[in-house]
């Protein structure tokens, strides 16, 4: 698959974290939580073509004053040019805006999607099973049984300086697993499935 090109008109914003969802699938004997994360993308066409194309037709206006010696015109002509001269920018700004804003829609679309992340995990209580699998480079599915699980927790990033970048880390037999990067989840979302998969495993201990 070729990787998405964005046009050369094309100016976005784009945030460094994600907009992440964390969606509950329960089944008998299973709990599953799928946690969704997309970049936050905005096109600046309002704040980009809307002025240029408003200059565009000032100059346009200015020109034809000039051309015209509309100064030197009618009292009505000289009303309705500067009724025009008004209205013309904004009207060519707005249009301008919408026009780039359809055309930009799906390209901001795919790029929302190219970055996107997205971890599943699945706790089997009769089996006594950790399934997760992320869309991260490279991609990761594994299958881990309660027994060699001997923590989940909420940690800081290596190198962070703030509190903001947390990672999910899923303490095994084999070492830390990362199940959500800094980037991945909130604190409160991070810290929910804490004591969601924590309290999966006592409940299984207790068994």
Not at 162 to 183: M, Q
Request: glycine share 8%.
């Amino acid at each position: 698959m070729k990787p998405h090109r964005r046009p050369w008109w094309l100016l976005v914003n784009k945030t460094t974290g994600l907009l992440t969802t964390v969606r509950e699938e329960s089944a008998p004997g299973e709990r599953g939580f799928i946690i969704h994360g997309e970049p936050i993308v905005r096109g600046l066409a309002w704040l980009i073509w809307g002025p240029v194309s408003a200059l565009v037709v000032i100059a346009i206006m200015t020109g034809l004053a000039i051309a015209y010696q509309v100064n030197q015109q009618s009292l009505l002509v000289r009303v309705l040019f500067i009724g025009a001269f008004l209205w013309l920018p904004a009207m060519a700004w707005g249009i301008i805006t919408i026009v780039v804003n359809r055309l930009s829609g799906k390209h901001l679309e795919v790029e929302r999607q190219a970055d996107a992340q997205e971890c599943v995990i699945r706790l089997n209580h009769d089996r006594g099973e950790f399934f997760y699998q992320t869309s991260t480079s490279p991609q990761t599915e594994e299958k881990l049984a309660f027994e060699n699980i001997r923590q989940v927790k909420v940690t800081k990033a290596i190198g962070a300086r703030d509190g903001k970048s947390l990672r999910l880390v899923l303490d095994t037999d084999k070492g830390p697993i990362v199940l959500l990067n800094e980037t991945l989840g909130t604190q409160a979302q991070k810290t929910d499935l804490v004591r969601e998969i924590q309290q999966s495993l006592d409940h299984y201990a207790a068994k």
